[in-house]
Each structure stands twice: as C-alpha cells, then as structure tokens.
C-alpha cells in the first residue's frame, strides 16, 4: 500500500465550478501535510500548509480529518489558471522527510 | 534572490555511462534532497542530506550516489546509467529554521534524463 495516495483524476470542470478532491494517508504517526501545486512537469510549488483541522487561503480550502487519515483539497470558483496537477504531500514525525502522492489532475475548461 | 539550480536541464546519455547531477541552491539551507518523478508515481526520494558531509539512502537509492561537501551543492551521480534510470530529476532543499513540523521544500527546475 502507498503511503500517500490520491485519485489521479482527472477532474475536468468549467470555469467558476468548484471542485474538490482528497488524499489519503497510511500513518499515523504523520505530523503535517501540505498541498503542493505541479505545472507540465515543472517543479513542484507549495500552495498551502494543512494546519491543524484545516485552513483557507482565498478560493482554495484544506481540510485534515486525523480519525480517517484523509486531507482534502477545494477549489472555489475555479479560473483557468488553477489547471494543474496537485501533490498531496506528508510528513512522518519529526523529520525533515516528505512524502508525496502522485498527484491528482484538474483541467479548468472555459 | 536565493534560489535553487540544477544542470542539466536536459541530457541524453549511453547506457552504462556515468552522469552527475548538478544541484546548487543559494539559501544557506542545510537539508537538500534529491527525487525522481516518473508517471505514475509520486516524487520518490533518492538520497538526501542534513549537512555537509552527511548523506542518506533515501527509498530508490540504488545505482546512484551523493556528496555533500559544501552548504550549497549536492551532485547526485548516477554509477552506470541504465535505461530504467530514465526520468525526470527533482533536487529540493530546506531549513529555513522554522520548526520541523513546518518545514517545506523548495524546489529546483528539473533535470530530464533520457538513458538509451
């Protein structure tokens, strides 16, 4: 089983639409999470850290459920700019490892 | 601007050849790790560093090697390159002095690797 594991999609939906989508993880022991945002294959970017049950920055919402070992991503009024491949992505205790899901794909058409 | 720089950005090479990896980041950070993302995948660690001189097998370590000698390089050498080492190579870095739990990753552009 992987440690991190997410539906690759992909998620196709217009403009506006809000889309959402989860992660989920097989330790326990994980400390924190992050979403991390992928263009074609560039380098993998932060988008925002999963603090404690959850957080919001602007359209974009995280939110951690530790009981189901599951983080979830949501994108409000989706823009066409937010087409991309999104990482979910874990940390294992004190460590400075991560480790990261394959990613999920979403296509924002107009 | 501190930054975060890998060369090749693309390169073709033989089977049974030995390539380096250049990873070179300018923020002073002490961590730096190295992945290969392949399709299908998630970013898989290579080998990492806490330090100069000090190096770790990471889950996908075999058939390539590091160094560390300096606070801003970690060159991933690949021994005899081989057909499956094929993909596309990530070096990222951290350590911005924040507690552990809230440190992330920053990333370098990529190197793709053709091995034929």
């Known amino acids: 089983r992987k440690e991190v594991e997410q539906d690759p999609g992909p998620f196709n939906v217009p403009e506006g639409a809000t889309v959402a989508f989860n992660c989920t993880y097989s330790?326990?022991?994980?400390?924190?999470f992050f979403w991390y945002r992928q263009d074609c294959r560039k380098e993998p970017k932060l988008l925002m850290s999963?603090?404690?049950s959850g957080n919001e920055d602007g359209r974009f919402t995280a939110q951690l459920n530790r009981a189901s070992q599951y983080i979830s991503l949501l994108i409000r009024d989706s823009k066409l700019s937010d087409s991309a491949t999104y990482l979910c992505v874990v940390r294992y205790s004190n460590d400075y490892k991560l480790s990261f899901g394959a990613g999920t794909t979403v296509t924002v058409r107009a | 601007d501190a930054e975060i720089t890998q060369s090749p950005r693309h390169k073709i090479t033989e089977t049974g050849r030995q390539v380096t990896l250049a990873c070179h980041q300018t923020?002073?950070?002490?961590?730096m790790f190295w992945y290969r993302q392949d399709l299908g995948h998630g970013l898989r660690l290579i080998h990492y560093s806490y330090g100069v001189q000090d190096t770790n097998k990471g889950e996908v370590s075999d058939g390539y090697s590091v160094s560390r000698s300096n606070t801003e390089d970690l060159p991933l050498t690949l021994e005899s390159a081989a057909s499956s080492q094929t993909s596309v190579y990530f070096c990222?870095?951290?350590?911005?002095?924040?507690?552990?739990?809230?440190?992330?990753?920053?990333f370098g552009p990529g190197t793709r690797l053709l091995v034929l």
């Open positions: 999963v603090y404690s």
């Open positions: 923020w002073n950070h002490n961590n």
């Open positions: 990222a870095s951290s350590g911005s002095r924040l507690p552990v739990w809230q440190e992330t990753q920053y």
């Open positions: 330790n326990s022991a994980s400390q924190s």
